[in-house]
């Protein structure tokens, strides 16, 4: 008979297609099984069967309301689902948790920025910052919250904190572009520009800069 411990132990070597079908085998005797459901839904996110691994977290989440792991996919799939709402009240119930999850912060911070809500935004991202003053994520979160206030010198500020700290995060150096290009520092933004190209030669991030949008 095939244990959840078998399962693990496949999802941990790679063995994804195994894994899934030990996990099934493991709900069909157990429905309630909390691993089963949780790394089962985690696979079909990981897959793109979002509305399948929004199910299954849902049901582990139900098992086992204050797991940060649970908490923390199910955000993931709601997220890639549009339910922004939804996602964001379980950004809130894993800080309950967590309070000083500064990662959690920082993406609370970009949900509320999606929704609009950019003094709230800024408030968790400031919250995250007084944790980790070096939290790249947040840094870049902060930044285009002021981005999206018109409020470019600050967010220039922000971006350049979060290259100064990782030289080499592209994140922060394509969005220190945006922010100098709104600024009119055209030769300055391109430096940055291609020194984010030169790290990642694959960097789609320019595109994207160069159609007026910050990333994150």
């Known amino acids: ?40 839904g985690l696979i079909r996110y990981q897959q793109g069967r979002l509305s399948e691994a929004h199910a299954l977290l849902s049901q582990a989440i139900k098992l086992r309301p204050r797991s940060p792991q649970a908490l923390s996919a199910l955000m993931a799939a709601l997220l890639a689902l549009g339910r922004l709402d939804e996602a964001l009240a379980c ?26 809500r950019y003094d709230e935004a800024m408030a968790s991202c400031e919250r995250a910052l ?3 003053p070096n939290s790249i994520a947040a840094l870049i979160t ?5 981005a999206k206030l018109a409020r470019y010198e600050e967010a220039l500020a922000s971006f350049e904190r979060a290259a100064a700290i ?3 995060d592209v994140d922060a150096l394509n969005n220190r572009g945006f922010a100098l290009t709104q600024l009119r520092r055209f030769a300055e933004a391109l430096a940055t520009f291609d020194r ?21």
């Open 91 to 116: 950004y809130d119930r894993l800080l309950v948790v967590r309070p000083d999850d500064v990662n959690a912060l920082s993406n609370r911070g970009i949900t509320l920025k999606n929704l609009g």
């Open 142 to 146: 902060r930044g285009n919250v002021l």
């Open 166 to 168: 990782d030289p080499r």
């Open 1 to 40: 008979m095939h244990t959840i411990e078998q399962a693990k132990a496949l999802h941990r070597m790679g063995r994804i297609a195994e894994a899934e079908a030990v996990y099934r085998s493991v709900l069909a005797r157990n429905p309630r099984e909390f691993d089963a459901l949780h790394l089962l």
């Open 130 to 132: 007084t944790i980790d």
């Open 196 to 216: 984010a190209l030169a790290i990642d030669p694959r960097n789609i991030g320019v595109l994207d800069i160069g159609e007026g949008r910050c990333l994150r």
